[in-house]
C-alpha cells in the first residue's frame, strides 16, 4: 500500500513562494508519475505538474514559468517549488501517484491520493 501526505501549504501574499512536499511511502513501480493537483471551492480538480521517474515533467498551462516539481534520488519526495503566487493559485493541492503520466492531467488516472495541503493566496 502507497501512501502520500502532503505538507508545506499556508498564506501567502500575491508574488510570494512556497514549497509544498509529498511524502511518498515507498517506491514502488505504481509511484512511477507523481503529480500535483489542485481543487478550488466549486471548480473541477487541476492538473498542476508532474514527474515521471524522476526526471521527466510537465506542467499545466497556468502554472509554466513559475512553478518547479522536482523528486529526491530515493524517490521518497517530491517537491513543488511555487514562485510568484497569485491569488486565482488559492486551492486545496494534493499529491497523487500512478504507474504512468499518460493522461496525467485526468485525475481518474491516478490511484493513490494524499489528504491534501491548503495554499492561500492573497491580494
Known amino acids: 500500500q502507497v501512501r502520500l501526505v502532503e505538507s508545506g501549504g499556508g498564506s501567502v501574499q500575491a508574488g510570494g513562494s512556497l514549497r509544498l512536499v509529498c511524502g511518498v511511502s515507498?517506491?514502488?513501480?505504481?509511484?512511477?508519475?507523481i503529480a500535483w493537483f489542485r481543487q478550488a471551492p466549486g471548480k473541477e480538480r487541476e492538473g498542476v505538474a508532474h514527474i515521471y521517474g524522476g526526471a521527466e515533467s510537465d506542467y499545466g498551462e497556468s502554472v509554466k514559468g513559475r512553478f518547479t516539481i522536482s523528486q529526491d534520488y530515493a524517490g521518497r519526495a517530491v517537491y513543488l517549488q511555487m514562485n510568484s503566487l497569485k491569488p486565482e493559485d488559492t486551492a486545496m493541492y494534493y499529491c497523487a501517484a500512478a504507474r504512468s503520466c499518460v493522461g496525467w492531467e485526468r485525475h481518474e488516472n491516478f490511484a493513490y491520493w494524499g489528504r491534501g495541503t491548503q495554499v492561500t493566496v492573497s491580494s
Open positions: 515507498k517506491y514502488t513501480t505504481s509511484t512511477n508519475c
